[in-house]
């Protein structure tokens, strides 16, 4: 069971700016005023064809956690002289309005809401921040972790990279987003108590270093792990002597304990892991153990983890640090928080941003999303972005490009999902997060329903998230009014 409360009070994980919008808005009498802000991206990240969605679970939690404390209002009040009836209202201070998004684990892409809130203009402002910051960084790994699966040909993945990462909250939440991207196991103890994932590791150079000999300290932890005594065996020389010293210390545990020394091998840190692992499952088999595993490491990322699949590499399991905990090619996400609708007169109207950039003109209105399937096959075909309202279609319908105006797209033989559940509804979460264990299921599920050639780790085919006509005629006709302005 996950451990709970251990996410601080998090309500000024807020940008300054945020706190004078919401005095502004005060001062002029906008408290009740609602509107509506989506959670979408514009570019998928490490040049992947899709995103992984993660971290809602802990939205929740910071939603559920929102409240001023008295040391957080004294602190405001050195920051300028705001009106003690601001300070009053958020003494009081809760979230009352209704969130949805998509499920953790589901594969997402952009420009199409994850997250919509509806609620008044005040609360809306002060969740933007902490709701970008934690969603960006866990979609982030989870994107990274599984991209690093694909190329592992599902190969078992352990996350390494505690030590690297930007911080303790960094690797804590990276380890959680690493697992539902698909790894086997973290080496954080800490992320490993908190969220029930397996936890694996095996020793250090300076372990071996702290022996007589190699082979004096490869028995030493063998005796105390014989149940799971990986050895790394380039301390010193990986081929003269740390593999020779393996097979001798797996000689001497066989005959000690025979069929009771299980799950043992080698693990390789440095030099040509295509070659070492080569020559190393060679004399690992001649020496009579061809159930010993090969574990390699060493800057590992998708990319070289494909290569050296495709230089027949003989490595059983991989672990992966740095480049994974830190997405150290793409350090990023980029989603953004926009407002979409404000109410008048009881009825939401659409609001749109426009930008000489087409891609950041935004998509206007309360919108949900539907994913739709190839009846046949069960491939995920294309999202459709339409105004809450609509009916979900059931028979052939038009798909438009919502930045690329002259492409459409015709569409039958489908079955539909809507994307976007609900989480709280007037402040109050009915929602029930799944566990770790089925958000991951869901995820390794939503990869599945992608073709191949999505999942390309290297210019992958573009998976198209478009627009119903009525939204489409929507978001032309609000752009053309401001044209004329």
């Not at 010193?236 to 097979?247: L, W």
């Not at 994307?419 to 402040?427: A, I, N, R, S, T």
Request: net charge negative; proline share 4%; hydrophobic share 40%.
């Amino acid at each position: 069971m996950e451990i709970e409360n251990y996410t601080r009070n998090l309500t000024l994980l807020t940008d300054y700016y945020q706190i004078n919008m919401m005095y502004a808005h005060y001062k002029n009498d906008l408290l009740s005023k609602e509107v509506v802000f989506d959670v979408f991206f514009r570019k998928n990240p490490c040049g992947s064809g899709y995103t992984i969605f993660a971290g809602l679970e802990q939205v929740i939690e910071y939603i559920n956690g929102l409240s001023f404390t008295e040391e957080d209002i004294e602190y405001l009040r050195g920051t300028y002289p705001y009106d003690e009836e601001f300070f009053h209202y958020l003494t009081n201070f809760k979230f009352t309005g209704n969130l949805w998004a998509v499920p953790e684990g589901t594969v997402i892409f952009p420009s199409e809401p994850v997250i919509r809130i509806e609620t008044n203009l005040l609360e809306a402002h002060l969740i933007e921040t902490a709701i970008l910051n934690i969603v960006n960084h866990q979609s982030l790994i989870a994107t990274k972790a599984s991209r690093i699966l694909h190329a592992a040909e599902n190969d078992p993945v352990l996350e390494f990279g505690l030590r690297r990462a930007q911080g303790p909250d960094a690797g804590i939440y990276g380890a959680r987003a690493a697992y539902i991207g698909g790894v086997a196991a973290t080496s954080n103890v800490l992320s490993g108590k908190l969220f029930n994932i397996p936890v694996k590791g095996t020793h250090a150079h300076a372990y071996v270093q702290s022996y007589p000999t190699e082979l004096e300290a490869f028995l030493a932890f063998s005796e105390a792990f014989p149940n799971n005594a990986i050895l790394l065996v380039d301390t010193y020389n990986t081929i003269k002597s740390g593999i020779p010293n393996a097979i001798e210390t797996f000689k001497q545990m066989k005959y000690k304990y025979g069929e009771k020394f299980v799950n043992y091998g080698i693990r390789l840190d440095s030099g040509d892991l295509a070659y070492l692992s080569k020559v190393g499952r060679k004399m690992l088999d001649d020496a009579g153990f061809p159930e010993a595993k090969i574990v390699a490491s060493n800057d590992l990322d998708e990319f070289l983890i494909r290569d050296l699949k495709l230089q027949g590499a003989k490595i059983d399991i991989w672990g992966v640090g740095t480049n994974l905990i830190v997405s150290k090619n793409c350090p990023s996400l980029g989603f953004v928080y926009k407002l979409v609708a404000e109410k008048e007169q009881d009825e939401f109207k659409p609001k749109i941003k426009i930008s000489e950039n087409p891609e950041k003109i935004t998509t206007p209105g309360c919108k949900k999303s539907v994913r739709f399937y190839d009846q046949s096959t069960n491939r995920a075909i294309l999202d459709l972005m339409m105004l809450k309202e609509e009916e979900i279609p059931k028979d052939e319908f038009v798909a438009f490009d919502p930045i690329n105006t002259w492409k459409k797209k015709a569409m039958k033989n489908f079955i539909a999902k809507e994307l976007l559940v609900p989480v709280f509804e007037q402040g109050t979460q009915i929602y029930q997060s799944p566990s770790l264990e089925e958000i991951k299921l869901n995820a390794r599920q939503e990869l599945a329903s992608l073709s191949e050639e999505i999942r390309r780790l290297k210019n992958p085919h573009i998976y198209h998230v478009d627009l119903s006509q009525q939204l489409w005629d929507l978001k032309y006709d609000l752009i053309n009014n401001e044209r004329k302005r």
